[in-house]
């Protein structure tokens, strides 16, 4: 009887852990931005935005120059798309990149990507010479300014 007692007890553990990361219930319910992404102007025509997921599904993204969409817009995502872009960060280690990728070369446009939750923050500008894990992380989030359903935001 105990050796049976305790193999339940054994599948409820390793049934229960996950290997994944535990993402707060209550970052769905979060209207400040989760991730933020701000790409800054160059000498040229480079797209001068900001981007903004929040926890609760809310995607904002504020045109300034050089980009389509001009002014602010609104978007909404699935909570579950949410999940993949931090389980992205965690896989890229952002946590453990360095702060700043820059360089000598002044003509190039700025990235700024901020991650906010699970009671941890940190801000990368990222310019010149980072590594192609971030510049994937980059790639997957300036993808949302091409996504259909974008609402203009009237003031």
């Keep these: 009887m105990v050796k049976y007692f305790l193999i339940i007890i054994f599948i409820v553990f390793v049934g229960c852990s996950s290997s994944k990361p535990d993402y ?11 991730i933020k992404m701000t790409k800054t102007n160059c000498f040229g025509r480079c797209p001068v935005y900001d981007l903004e997921i929040k926890g ?8 300034r120059e050089n980009i ?5 817009y609104k978007l909404r995502i699935d909570k579950s798309e949410i999940v993949r872009l931090l389980s992205k960060i965690d896989e890229v280690d952002f946590w453990g990149m360095k702060d700043e990728y820059d ?15 699970n009671g941890k923050s940190k801000k990368i500008k990222s310019r010149y010479n980072s590594p192609k894990e971030l510049d994937e992380l ?10 259909f359903g974008w ?5």
């Excluded at 609760?56 to 045109?63: F, K």
């Excluded at 002044?106 to 990507?113: A, E, F, N, Q, V």
């Excluded at 980059?138 to 996504?147: D, F, H, K, N, T």
């Excluded at 609402?151 to 003031?155: H, L, Q, Y």
């Design 24 to 34: 707060e219930v209550n970052l769905f319910s979060e209207t400040n931005p989760v």
């Design 56 to 63: 609760n599904g809310d995607v904002v993204l504020t045109g």
């Design 68 to 72: 389509d969409k001009i002014g602010e």
């Design 103 to 117: 360089g000598r070369v002044t003509d190039l446009p700025s990235t700024y990507i901020s991650v906010n939750y």
């Design 138 to 147: 980059e790639g997957i989030l300036s993808a949302y300014l091409e996504r």
């Design 151 to 155: 609402i203009e935001i009237k003031n």
